[in-house]
């Protein structure tokens, strides 16, 4: 495993035998691209008002104290003069990369790397819309196709293989159909793990195949919050339970509590 693993948490023993036999799937979010200058949730949220020009009403405002980034941005995008696409062209500006930091790639360098099983198959799931993947697997002239929802595949060994965008993919050029189809509300999550649940479907599926580790994502990420009431729901229509682990940080003190907190989700933290 790459320095960033090697160097950090202890790895229990069964997670390195499972990544040793291809059987672990990383599970990538909005802190893997932040070395490129890019937001996590709550400073896209920020960011999306002062690319708009505008601020909160007390029904964002209440959503945003919860953390309730999601619900926030729904909310804009029902009252926000040109609604949806209006929110969702900011984004070409908030989430275009600093390449020329140091370290801006390093993190998608490793994981690609790290996803890749004896054969050369490689299988990552991200719910970033950025396109770091697809830049350094172009540079370095890779050959990992980018599959973006809603065209997922599906996620059995023998049957994918690629980064696969779970959320969408923010286009080369705007494009509304794409803009659309991104999961970026309450109410596209809802959507896709709740109502439509084609999300839930592919997550279900992965699980049911792979051990899943998340990397780079918070305890409160809405994203984690409806993967695993989803995940949950299927557990009490039988399936079985699923088997996780996150790369979790704490802070002095703290170890216990983040520990807990993780495993309340029904995720095993590997701390640093």
Same mark, same amino acid.
């Given at each position: ?14 997670? @390195? ?8 799937? $990383? $599970? ?9 200058? @890019? ?90 819309? *950025? ?10 002239? @890779? ?58 479907? $592919? ?10 580790? $998340? ?13 695993? *009431? ?43």
């Amino acid at each position: 495993m790459p320095a960033f693993v090697t160097n950090g948490p202890d790895i229990p023993e069964e997670l @390195l035998q499972a990544h040793e036999d291809g059987r672990v799937v $990383f $599970f990538c979010g909005a802190g893997i691209s932040t070395p490129a200058g @890019l937001p996590l949730f709550k400073e896209l949220v920020d960011e999306i008002y002062v690319q708009l020009g505008t601020t909160k009403k007390p029904v964002e405002d209440k959503a945003y104290e919860k953390e309730q980034y999601d619900a926030t941005l729904d909310q804009l995008e029902r009252r926000y003069p040109g609604q949806r696409l209006a929110v969702r062209s900011t984004l070409a500006t908030i989430l275009k990369p600093k390449w020329r930091r140091k370290g801006a790639t390093t993190t998608h360098q490793a994981l690609l790397q790290l996803a890749t099983d004896r054969k050369g198959t490689v299988r990552i799931v991200t719910t970033n819309f *950025d396109r770091i993947f697809q830049r350094v697997i172009a540079r370095k002239k @890779l050959d990992i196709p980018s599959l973006a929802a809603p065209l997922l595949p599906i996620p059995k060994p023998s049957r994918w293989h690629g980064v696969v965008h779970l959320h969408g993919l923010l286009p080369d050029r705007l494009d509304d159909t794409a803009l659309n189809r991104l999961v970026l509300s309450s109410g596209d999550f809802g959507l896709a793990y709740l109502v439509e649940r084609w999300a839930a479907r $592919f997550v279900s599926e992965l699980f049911r195949y792979y051990i899943v580790c $998340f990397v780079g994502y918070g305890i409160n990420d809405p994203v984690l919050r409806y993967m695993m *009431d989803a995940l949950a729901a299927d557990e009490l229509l039988g399936e079985a339970k699923p088997e996780a682990y996150a790369f979790a940080s704490f802070r002095d003190g703290e170890e216990e509590e983040t520990l807990t907190e993780w495993e309340a989700k029904g995720v095993t933290p590997l701390l640093y």
